[in-house]
């Protein structure tokens, strides 16, 4: 059974910074492109970084550059999401997203909110 497991979320202040995990388990680590997505109140799910070039090359959506980073260990299976300097509008809840680079199949975490604000 595959499970992705979010972690780290929370309340914190503008400026802040926050550390989200991605604990996966059931599925080969290694065989998955990670993502991170986000939803916030009212507003679509949307892709804030990601892995390019077999996993080594990161990217992001314009809002969160320079400012959050994509990271993976393969040996823990787990994926990080860095978020500094964190804005008021950063706030949503935040999804891990795992895809098999062998057919293209996907598993979701069950989301973790973060908060910013003062």
């Known amino acids: 059974q595959v499970q992705l497991v979010e972690s780290g979320g929370g309340l914190v202040q503008p400026g802040g910074s926050l550390r989200l995990s991605c604990a996966a388990s059931?599925?080969?680590?290694?065989?998955?492109?990670m993502r991170w997505y986000r939803q916030a109140p009212g507003k679509e799910r949307e892709l804030v970084a990601w892995f390019t070039n077999f996993e080594r090359s990161t990217n992001y959506v314009d809002a969160v550059k320079g400012r959050f980073t994509i990271s993976r260990e393969n040996a823990k299976n787990t994926a990080y999401l860095q978020m500094n300097s964190l804005k008021p509008e950063d706030t949503a809840v935040y999804y891990c997203?795992?895809?098999?680079?062998?057919?293209?199949?996907?598993?979701w975490g069950q989301g973790i909110q973060v908060t910013v604000s003062s």
């Open positions: 059931g599925l080969t680590f290694s065989n998955y492109r």
């Open positions: 997203n795992a895809v098999s680079i062998l057919s293209s199949f996907g598993y």
